[in-house]
């Protein structure tokens, strides 16, 4: 089996998401591969959706995005890896997801889909269709309710309600606070343990993918972090 992380962090591997990426990725087992955005030069897509007409599948941009489409084509599992930013993703991120248009097929006028499908057509469907996409963010909330139903409806409609295995951390800034290391490696294990019953069945049980996206600790006590780090009282 063949992962790929894509590391859409404007930190690169100084990323807090990506520890939770590489543990699952771990968990899954083979061979993994990284992209890091920070590290790449991709320049914006432009619009000209030459890859829908003249250069069917083939942007006409000449830099790391097309190396990126042909791990994403060899690859068995991709893990989309970065922090929630505004309620999305990170512009280094985005970028990327723009770029990946030659992998889908031309809009030729007919209506959306129904509730629940994808809004795009893939290009390589039955192959595409074969790889398993987990998308795994954090925000730094202390709750994940609300905060990532923005993002959540982006890949809805691009890859369809049962298209990607959704991984939404809260806290994730704690992934890299030294002091609360103990209490990381713990989660980092059963983000392992997620990757291990992906690689084995191709999904993540309610019950791992539950404490994997819960608080490393109380909201009460993260609120006083937060003020600390903004030099505020509470």
Request: aromatic share 8%; glycine share 12%.
């Amino acid at each position: 089996m063949k992962t790929l992380i894509i590391n859409g962090s404007p930190r690169g591997l100084d990323s807090h998401t990506l520890r939770i990426a590489r543990a699952i990725a771990q968990g899954i087992g083979g061979e993994c591969s990284e992209f890091t955005a920070a590290e790449e030069k991709i320049s914006p897509c432009t619009g000209c959706f030459s890859c829908w007409g003249k250069t069917a599948g083939r942007c006409v941009i000449t830099d790391g995005a097309q190396g990126l489409i042909e791990k994403i084509m060899e690859s068995d599992f991709i893990l989309e890896s970065y922090p929630l930013y505004f309620c999305s993703m990170p512009a280094q991120m985005k970028t990327i997801a723009d770029r990946l248009l030659p992998l889908t097929l031309p809009f030729i006028g007919k209506p959306g889909p129904a509730d629940g499908e994808a809004f795009v057509r893939l290009r390589y469907e039955e192959e595409l269709k074969k790889k398993k996409l987990v998308v795994v963010s954090t925000c730094g909330y202390g709750q994940t309710e609300g905060m990532f139903d923005a993002l959540r409806a982006q890949y809805d409609a691009v890859s369809g309600r049962d298209g990607y295995i959704p991984v939404f951390v809260p806290q994730g800034e704690l992934y890299g606070f030294p002091s609360l290391e103990p209490q990381v490696q713990r989660r980092l294990g059963i983000a392992k343990m997620a990757g291990e019953e992906l690689g084995a069945t191709g999904r993540i049980s309610e019950a791992t993918l539950g404490t994997l996206t819960s608080v490393l600790i109380p909201n009460r006590a993260l609120e006083k972090i937060a003020l600390a780090g903004w030099g505020e009282k509470g």
